[in-house]
């Protein structure tokens, strides 16, 4: 299992392969790119934030605990942050099994619980500026002065 935070491009085809097994009969892979719009407003780039550590620890545990859960032992999921561009990936997903089912609700489980649990935030910008988007705005804790920019994490 991979599972990882970069600030380079994802590199993708070297993700997908580490799934590939000759056993497995379903892959499924899944590629969240930047858009150019966000409710009704453009977007030219995204710059995602994370307090690194506590973030891979989450996103482990809910790799982990999703490939349990549906008997996955092919998986990788690798989330970008710093500045992402529209059209380039923030996040993907790979999975294989013996069966498509699996697949299909592991990766999105992957991303619904992802979304929901790894302390990942966007800050979305565009030709009227920035803003947070998805929850509220990072803050910074006790003694990451200066670790921060804008008192998001990175």
């Known amino acids: 299992m991979i599972v990882r935070i970069v600030e380079d491009p994802i ?14 009969g379903a892959s499924l892979v899944f590629r969240g790119v930047v858009r150019d719009h966000h409710e ?10 994370c307090y690194r550590g506590m973030a891979e620890k989450e996103l482990r545990a809910v790799a982990e605990a999703v490939a349990a859960r ?8 690798v989330h970008r942050i710093g500045e ?5 990936a923030s996040l993907l997903v790979a999975a294989s099994a013996p069966h498509r089912q699996p ?20 800050k979305e910008y565009g030709p009227d500026g920035s ?9 910074a804790g006790p003694g990451d002065a200066g670790k921060f920019p804008e008192a998001g994490c990175r």
């Open 70 to 77: 549906h008997g996955i032992s092919a998986l990788a999921v």
């Open 11 to 24: 590199e993708e085809a070297e993700v997908i392969a580490t799934v590939d097994r000759p056993e497995h």
């Open 103 to 122: 697949v299909f609700d592991a990766v999105l489980e992957i991303v619904d619980e992802l979304k929901r649990r790894v302390p990942i935030w966007k």
């Open 40 to 49: 009704g407003r453009a977007v030219s780039h995204i710059e995602y934030h």
């Open 84 to 88: 992402v561009r529209v059209g380039e």
């Open 131 to 139: 803003h947070w988007v998805e929850g509220v705005r990072p803050e």
